[in-house]
């Protein structure tokens, strides 16, 4: 965290005749964040089996990344799923919390297993 101080006078005048006046020395400390970190996941792989028949809008699996940034959108994460292959289409995750879901039917298709990638 930077800090910047710029320094300045301050003026104060009233409205007599004649004007009377005076001033101070003041500063005001601005603190700079930046977003020197990235999020990261609180575990490695995850994995978990589930039945074909896990309903549609069921609970999968609870996703928990950290971001050691001090405050702001600089640590605040959002979760998607990213990929290629089929999982998005039958898999959502709640941006906010990391909860992923049964999107849609697992049933529909003769699929042994999903690869979800997760992007914070
Ligand atoms: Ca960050």
């Known amino acids: 965290m930077l800090i910047f101080i710029p320094q300045f006078n301050v003026g104060v005048m009233d409205n007599g005749f004649p004007q009377k006046n005076s001033s101070s020395p003041a500063r005001v400390r ?12 609180d575990g490695g792989e995850y994995d978990k089996a589930i039945p074909e028949t896990q309903e549609v809008g069921s609970s999968v699996m ?26 998005p289409t039958f898999f959502e995750i709640e941006p906010d919390s990391g909860l992923i879901k049964v999107k849609r039917d697992l049933k529909s298709e003769n699929v042994d297993f999903y690869n979800v990638s997760i992007c914070i």
């Open 30 to 41: 601005v603190r700079i964040t930046r977003n020197r970190n990235k999020p990261r996941f």
């Open 62 to 87: 609870d996703i928990n990344a950290q971001d050691s940034d001090a405050e702001g959108p600089f640590k605040t994460i959002t979760y998607s799923l990213i990929g290629d292959d089929a999982s």
